[in-house]
């Protein structure tokens, strides 16, 4: 998706061996209209979608702009807690942040997954695919379907397409990082 | 606005004595045609904005929506964090949170402040107004001009809108809360 590539090429700044950091049109200032025009290149890759599920926080805005291409189907965002108080209630999953070496607990509310729901999974970053594996096993307790994964980048050398699609779920990414090289992004 | 108060009275639910849960349309699923349509309602009562101010996580989806009917401008959303590492790069506030009983710092990167901007602070809910002078405290130290505060719910029995009007600062809400009655969301 050529906007996005040129906005990485431009803002994208690399820190250390593998972290890209976009956090002035992603995931701290947001670029409204870039996510807009992400969600019409997502647009003609899924069908037969009625929920866009996330997870907080810097998934929920590219979420929103996704729903509206469809047609305004609910968002949900998955939340991300230390404790989880009332287990009946809610479907919860572990996930282990990478960047943060740490692992969360991760929810959403049983009143917002049913298994008559086909979802799109949206998030901002692939890269070792746990978030979205997450995203997927809350999916899969609800008895919903997961019509496939949109992510706004895809970092190409990690292992996430692979566990996805491993589990049959069709990926595609707005952008695709082939590899870090001298401080410079590359991409596919 | 009309919409928002019947999706609350039809939606909202009221817990003890002064929790209304809105997870069905604000803050866990989202009903973005509904973000969409609350900020057409703000769009008149506020002009010359440059900039949209929120914080994670639920403020982010009707802050999108509110970007676009500005122009798209971008949004910056406020990081709650436990600790500060680069105080030299980010401008930091401490918010107490009412619902959580518990202070966390929160912080924008300065690159996303400028003296030159002109903030339109949105959120989903206004109680005592934490949150709000908490982003109120991160433009001023900005030198940024706040030009309003624009929340989704606001709760009207609590101190946040005396708080900022305190400070001269416009704010409009999509929805006021009265009060809570044997259980039940009286609106204004």
Known sequence: MIELKEKISKEGRVIGSDILKVDSFV????????????AEFFKPKFNDINKI?????SGIAVATS???????????????????????????????????????????????????????????????GNAAMGLVDLCK?????????????????????????AEGIKVVSAAIIKEFKNGHVILK
Chains 1, 2 share one sequence.
């Open 66 to 128: 996704v729903s509206r291409v469809y047609n305004y189907v609910p968002v949900v965002f998955a939340k991300k807690t230390k404790s989880v108080l009332n287990i009946n209630d809610v479907y919860t999953t572990k996930i282990f942040s990478f960047t943060k070496k740490t692992t969360f607990d991760c929810i959403i509310d049983k009143r917002f997954l049913k298994p008559t729901d086909k979802v799109l999974i949206v998030d901002d970053f692939l890269a070792e």
């Open 27 to 38: 995931n701290h200032q947001i670029d409204v209209l870039l996510m807009d025009k992400i």
């Open 141 to 165: 307790q609800a008895g919903a379907e997961v019509r496939g994964v949109a992510v706004v980048i895809e970092k190409g050398f990690q292992n996430g397409r692979k566990r996805l699609e």
């Open 53 to 57: 599920v996330t997870i907080e926080a």
